[in-house]
């Protein structure tokens, strides 16, 4: 009886909970702290324009999207808890440079080690969760992954709102340092068992993609940087010039490269095996919505613009909406995602996205609209970054290539990130009235997700979500 104990307690799931403030912590990082606190760091940094600042996001999500694929493929390889604590370490670590930096420099060097961190625990976390769960479970986790981020939200953007009101902003940033270093010391609480990677690390085929890595992400970060410089009063003559036409010539060059080492790499980051069609079309879903789900770091910078609202402190608060929807929907989705099925999920959120979107940008001519907008938009976003995504490619990859393919997915979504966040500094560096920034980014969402509605399942992919087979993963 005793030895049934032991083995009931072995085979437990990771805690839920523990994971869940991991993701909470992720969401801190990325934009729940900062997007509040746009205008405050603006305010030390006084030289800088709206272009420059939206480097605070934009280079954090690049050392993010760089950072996924590695800690994915380390998670199927190496031992999950250093990797875990690691990754913790490097995100305080970051967010303790961002808050203690004399210089802009500083900042974001700050900004993007964190990033580093986060994008190296996503996948280890999303793995982590599928240990001893079945498919109902895993689905309810995912839900709950969506949840965290607007509870991120909604604890974040406050906090963040009344520090930058007083000029504190430099506190929001040391309380997610103190939190991930409490977070690194709980990780020896996890099972050894869920520690152990899936394939083994002597394998010449399971290595890591030091070379590919390093030519995606100098194409990647030369094309976001030309994005960020265009000018788009100059239309695509803007592309003649050196500084935005140079660098996305050799960005373009430098992935051509990339696409051709992968073809000859054993062990390509950007795995080939994992390639199916299926998969295909949900990497290039989960990059529109990395770009429309940029527009929350910049939307208190949109409320000041179009409802005149002080850029400290009140325009803060126009995310809170938005926050109190993914914290209610978020966990639904997961829940009865395998019953309704994710390609109709993801279709619903499209359409509320696209009508959100539309919504803020009619709040230019009356204030009611944008604050209903926001509503919608939070809705979709839950809908896009919650459960569907993650369940779909859960299901399709294989238990082996699990992390690779969920890294691969949070890369695509990553890089969709960085390039809305590039484009938002070109909208809000372009016009001398930068109310059009905000109105041309509204634009651009609500028509890509008009053509989204178009990209359809195959029918092996809308089938997922009426497969339980519990011997998966």
């Known amino acids: 009886m005793r030895a049934s104990n032991k083995l009931t307690l072995v085979q437990q799931p990771v805690n839920a909970w523990f994971l869940l403030t991991i993701v909470f912590l992720e969401a801190l990082d990325i934009a729940a702290l900062a997007a509040p606190l746009f205008g405050a760091i603006g305010k030390t940094f006084v030289d800088l324009d709206n272009r420059a600042l939206a480097l605070i996001f934009t280079v954090n999500l690049f050392a993010n999207m760089i ?30 440079l961002v808050a203690l930096s004399p210089t802009w420099p500083w900042l ?71 939190l991930a270093i409490i977070l690194s010391g709980l990780v020896f609480k996890i099972d050894k ?9 002597a394998s010449p085929s399971t290595g890591i ?10 194409g990647t970060g030369l094309i976001a940087a030309a994005v960020s410089l265009f000018d788009l009063n100059l239309g695509i003559a803007g592309l003649l010039l050196l500084e935005t036409g140079g660098f996305f010539v050799l960005g373009m060059c430098s992935l051509l490269a990339w696409i051709r080492y992968e073809k000859r790499c054993k062990a390509p980051f950007w795995n080939p095996g994992t390639n199916t069609r299926q998969l295909k079309r949900l990497y290039v879903k989960a990059g529109l919505t990395g770009f429309w789900e940029s527009a929350l770091s910049f939307l208190p910078l949109s409320a000041s ?31 009865f995602l395998p019953a309704i099925g994710w390609p109709t999920m993801w279709r619903l959120g499209c359409i509320s996205t ?14 009611t609209l944008f604050w209903i907008g926001l509503c919608f938009f939070g809705l979709g976003i839950s ?45 809000l560096g372009s016009y001398q009235n930068q109310i059009w920034g905000p109105i041309g980014a509204f634009i651009a969402i609500a028509t890509s997700a008009a053509l989204f509605l178009f ?12 497969s339980f087979d519990q011997s998966a993963h």
């Open 67 to 96: 950072a996924t694929p590695f800690g994915a493929r380390a998670a199927d390889r190496w031992n999950r808890k250093n990797l875990l604590v690691f990754s913790l370490l490097l995100t305080s670590l970051g967010s303790l």
């Open 108 to 178: 974001i060097v700050g900004r993007g080690l964190s990033g580093l961190g986060v994008g190296m625990f996503l996948p280890l976390v999303t793995v982590l969760s599928g240990w001893r769960r079945n498919q109902q479970e895993q689905s309810t986790f995912l839900g709950g992954m969506g949840a965290a981020f607007g509870i991120a939200f909604l604890f974040g953007t406050p906090l963040s709102a009344y520090l930058a009101s007083r000029g504190q902003w430099r506190i929001a940033f040391l309380v997610e340092a103190v």
């Open 193 to 201: 068992r869920a520690a152990r990677p899936q394939l083994d690390p």
């Open 209 to 218: 993609d030091a070379v590919g890595l390093l030519l995606f992400a100098l």
């Open 305 to 335: 613009l179009l409802l005149g609202l002080p850029k400290t402190g009140l325009s803060g608060l126009v995310l809170t909406p938005i926050l109190l929807i993914m914290g209610v929907s978020s966990p639904l989705v997961g829940r």
């Open 354 to 367: 696209g009508f959100g979107a539309l919504l803020l940008l009619l709040g230019s001519l009356l204030g």
């Open 383 to 427: 809908f896009l970054i919650g459960a569907p995504l993650r369940w779909a490619i859960w299901k399709q990859a294989a238990a082996s290539e699990a992390a690779t393919a969920l890294g691969m997915m949070n890369t695509s979504l990553n890089l969709g990130q960085v390039i809305g966040s590039a484009m938002w500094g070109a909208w």
């Open 455 to 466: 990209l359809r399942d195959d029918k092996q992919t809308a089938a997922v979500s009426l």
